[in-house]
């Protein structure tokens, strides 16, 4: 994109401005996912550190999460976990995140979590409407929310995994066929959540899994000191592509709403193949786990962190510390398009949230 003069520049705001084109600054932020939207979403084996019986990060202070940075930068507190609520519209106004309710271990490979994620979710918008005064301010409530939507990364560490495990988990359609049946589900997701009022909606693409500490451990053989496990890698691009591309084709079908993909495999690449640029010296060995890579064991206790995770790309098997998230989270929020770091479209998150002037196309 060529930049535009200043004064230009300047008149294309305002023309914007008084034809009322920008919109009004999101109220709300809903978060749907897994294990990457919520510590008490994880159902991976062998990756003890996420949650405690609360829902919360064990080590919040070294591992905040990609919703929850998004949130502070929308003025917003972290949505509070659905299991957490009583129930009223009052607590809920604000956003909540339904990451966590998965319905068993296994279930994200039957959908069931992103099923039963937006469920509770539809629930929610109709308990704010029935509760709102008048029609219009529960349009305007659903309308000013933005919703998250995380979905991918456990359910490919799963297929990435070895073992028994992983066998019995996988679908029936192959590593493959499995893209094609979550993007589809995530796309439906956007659409039913449209149809129950929301307007707003991001949806996150899974991370270079190849790259984690985890694969990283069970690809040995695969890799040569330095790069990560490419069959791992093709894996989950391929799913971000057919995820990034049934959104394209859905959003004529939704008037009204923006909905945008963010590109988290680009961001955590720019950061793996730039670490010193990006303050990092560290990009495979997890922060906090056991043996080569740290990805045998995931984080356990405190007393395993690393010195300095800021300096650490992975924080456990699979999970980027917040150093490299907060990167994302900067990335996903203002980054202009076209710009290298740019890694949603067709809108920064900062336009989706109503915080700046929504003029690109």
Known sequence: MALLPLRHLLLLLLRLVVSGQASSPATAL?????????????????????????????????HRLLPDLIAAKMGLP???????????????????????????????????????????????LQLLRLEAATPQDADAAAAGAVF???????????????????????????RRGFARLLADRVARTVAELYEAGARRTAVMGVAPLGCAPRVMWEGLHLVDGRSCVEEANELVQGYNARVAAELEALRPRLPGADVVFCDIYKGMMEIITHPARYGFDEVRKACCGLGPFGGTMGCLTKEMVCPTPQRHVWWDLYSPTEAATNLLANWSWSALPNSNTSICRHVNLEMLAGRIIHFFS
């Open 78 to 124: 972290p949505p509070p976990l659905i299991v957490t609520l009583n129930g009223t519209a009052a607590e809920a106004a604000r956003g909540v995140n339904f990451a966590g309710d998965e319905g068993g271990g296994g279930a994200i490979f039957r959908m069931g979590a992103v099923g039963q994620q937006l469920r509770l979710a539809t629930e929610t």
């Open 30 to 62: 809903f978060v749907l996912g897994d294990s990457t939207a919520s510590c008490a979403a994880t159902t991976l084996p062998l990756n003890l550190s996420s949650f405690s019986s609360s829902g919360k990060c064990l080590f919040p202070s070294a």
């Open 148 to 174: 998250v939507l995380s979905f991918g990364t456990d359910a490919y560490a799963r297929l990435l995994s070895r073992g028994s495990e992983a066998d019995a988990s996988a679908p029936k359609h192959g």
